[in-house]
């Protein structure tokens, strides 16, 4: 009990901190660079699913003008919320269309759609119009110097998800909704981990397919250091690609070679490429004379999980459970 004592002694004037009002003005580093706020923001729009859904977690609904970059459904929880904001794109929207919501903070989840080469805008753009722009720190940290999705030099951590919650409730002065969000969080984070515990589950390999440009064709795979290749470490299983990229497009036969124990695939309703459709993935898997071949194909050994669990979100968690259930359903671990 002491030791207990001690450790909230310890841990109170940090929680505290947090938790104290926002003054402004603030200036904040994001993406490289310094960003000021006046005051709260009160008309927001966020360009990416995650963005949109960290902002909602945060009961930030009412502040929001405009949405982008939708993988698939929002979260259940948050439907009602989300009909009564405009949606301005499924996929990327224009510069045009983001600037005439008035925004006084524009959101991004990746650096592809707001950064150096932003296809929707560069952060100087909407800087001109006195807007100023927020871009995920897990983007940010990337090397996207050669477009497309990026490539990681160091492994992603939840630790980048909980840095854009409490930047996002700083600025919004909603410190303590940011720090109750983020011990959920790591609950659940915790919970799932020690579900899949022990020494069996380390002969585990996995393989998540994000899709293909082709149906038949090479297969974008989550790299090493992403935010599956994270749940993988955290559950002690091993990711069977290697590559800094961040989803390296790969062929069948590397894959089939690397003989992974179990496949996860992305489920979205996005449907750019043939193979974002889960039914296609599977139906490859199954009838594809060689990868049918695979002791995970042949064991059904297969995965669906939401795809922005795949991406760095508040479903990144989500898919850490996924992973733990599937593990344990297949007999992979204790």
Not at 90 to 96: I, Y
Not at 205 to 223: I, Q, R
Request: glycine share 8%; aromatic share 8%.
């Amino acid at each position: 009990m002491a030791a207990a004592g001690l450790l909230f002694l310890a841990l109170a004037p940090q929680q505290s901190l947090a938790a104290q009002p926002t003054h402004y003005p603030l200036t904040i580093e994001n993406c490289g660079a310094p960003i000021t706020f006046e005051k709260a923001p009160q008309r927001v729009v966020s360009i990416g699913q995650s963005s949109t859904e960290i902002l909602f977690s945060l009961g930030l609904a009412d502040r929001m003008v405009g949405t982008a970059v939708w993988f698939g459904p929002v979260l259940k929880q948050f439907a009602n919320e989300n009909a009564g904001i405009k949606r301005l794109a499924d996929n990327d929207p224009s510069f045009e269309a983001v600037v005439a919501q008035n925004p006084d903070l524009v959101t991004a989840q990746f650096v592809w759609h707001v950064g150096p080469n932003g296809v929707v805008g560069r952060p100087e753009q909407f800087a001109k119009l006195g807007i100023p722009t927020y871009v995920s720190p897990a983007d940010c940290v990337k090397d996207n110097s050669k477009g497309g999705d990026g490539a990681r030099k160091t492994p992603f951590t939840m630790d980048l998800v909980y840095q854009e919650i409490r930047e996002l409730a700083q600025i919004f002065d909603v410190r303590e909704r940011g720090e109750t969000l983020i011990a959920d969080l790591r609950k659940r984070e915790a919970d799932a981990i020690a579900s899949v515990a022990g020494e069996k589950a380390k002969d585990v390999s996995v393989v998540f397919w994000f899709s293909s440009p082709n149906a038949k064709g090479d297969a974008f795979v989550a790299g090493r250091n992403g935010v599956p290749a994270s749940m993988i470490g955290k559950l002690g299983v091993r990711n069977v690609i290697t590559t800094d990229e961040e989803w390296p497009l790969t062929s069948w036969e590397s894959i089939v070679a690397a003989d992974p124990t179990v496949i996860v695939m992305a489920e979205m309703n996005r449907r750019r490429y043939p193979a974002d459709d889960p039914a296609v993935k599977r139906d490859f898997l199954m009838n594809d004379p060689v990868v049918s071949r695979l002791d995970a194909v042949r064991n059904k050994r297969f995965i669906l999980m939401d795809v922005e669990a795949m991406h760095p979100s508040v479903r990144t968690v989500d898919g850490i459970e996924a992973l733990a259930r599937g593990i344990k359903s297949f007999g992979l671990s204790h």
